[in-house]
Antibody, heavy 122, light 109 residues
Framework: QITLKESGPTLVKPTQTLTLTCTFS??????????VGWIRQPPGKALEWLAL???????RYSPSLKSRLTITKDTSKNQVVLTMTNMDPVDTATYYC??????????????WGQGTLVTVSS | QSALTQPASVSGSPGQSITISCTGT?????????VSWYQQHPGKAPKLMIY???KRPSGVSNRFSGSKSGNTASLTISGLQAEDEADYYC?????????FGGGTKLTVL
């Protein structure tokens, strides 16, 4: 059974760096074709893809946010970490991590975490 | 880099069929058979309903089907049920990124 859970601060101040951790079970990030992605959703708005990391350490970022994002994995801990620098109130959103199957050129998000709401405010 | 275009809302009565469109460009939907659809109930995480345009994951009702023509992908729900009331999002591979649609709120009358 695949599960994912996001953790991190619920409140960050403008200009600070956000660090979110996705802890998962039921799969290994050393298995070929497997990835973990981050997607966010501002309150009442649409989903937005942020970043993906794959079993072979291939990393993909949203072009519009690439300069602010870093995604890393710790295979031994079954964790993926996303950092986002220079946070702004417009970054207030629920942040989801999700299991990606099929690799970058075929993938889709088949399992999602419950999400964590991050508010950016001074 | 715009999101895929979906109607803001659609509605239907129980038992009817509805279709939600997802319009992209030749750089995303039109070039790849890599469209997925997600259902999201209020306060819940999205759930995968369709992948690679028309494939259904195990456990998803066969009332849900997907298709694509040109730059537009579609999700059809037949035999509408009250539990289908939710937001629906399409997503496409686009070469250098994954792009989601703006979402469609489905109301079951």
């Amino acid at each position: 059974q695949i599960t994912l859970k996001e953790s991190g601060p619920t409140l960050v101040k403008p200009t600070q760096t956000l660090t979110l951790t996705c802890t998962f079970s039921g799969f290994s990030l050393s298995t070929s074709g497997v990835g973990v992605g981050w997607i966010r959703q501002p309150p009442g708005k649409a989903l937005e893809w942020l970043a993906l990391i794959y079993w072979d350490d291939d990393k993909r970022y949203s072009p519009s946010l690439k300069s602010r994002l870093t995604i890393t994995k710790d295979t031994s801990k079954n964790q993926v970490v996303l950092t986002m620098t220079n946070m702004d109130p417009v970054d207030t959103a629920t942040y989801y991590c999700a299991h990606d199957r099929g690799g970058w050129y075929r993938g889709y998000f088949d399992y999602w975490g419950q999400g964590t709401l991050v508010t950016v405010s001074s | 880099q715009s999101a895929l275009t979906q109607p803001a809302s659609v509605s239907g009565s129980p038992g009817q069929s509805i279709t939600i469109s997802c319009t992209g460009t030749s750089s995303d939907v039109g070039s790849y058979n890599l469209v997925s659809w997600y259902q999201q109930h209020p306060g819940k995480a999205p759930k995968l309903m369709i992948y690679e345009v028309s494939k259904r994951p195990s456990g998803v009702s066969n009332r849900f089907s997907g298709s694509k023509s040109g730059n537009t992908a579609s999700l059809t729900i037949s035999g509408l049920q009250a539990e289908d009331e939710a937001d629906y999002y399409c997503c496409s591979y686009a070469g250098s990124r994954r792009v989601f649609g703006g979402g469609t709120k489905l109301t079951v009358l």
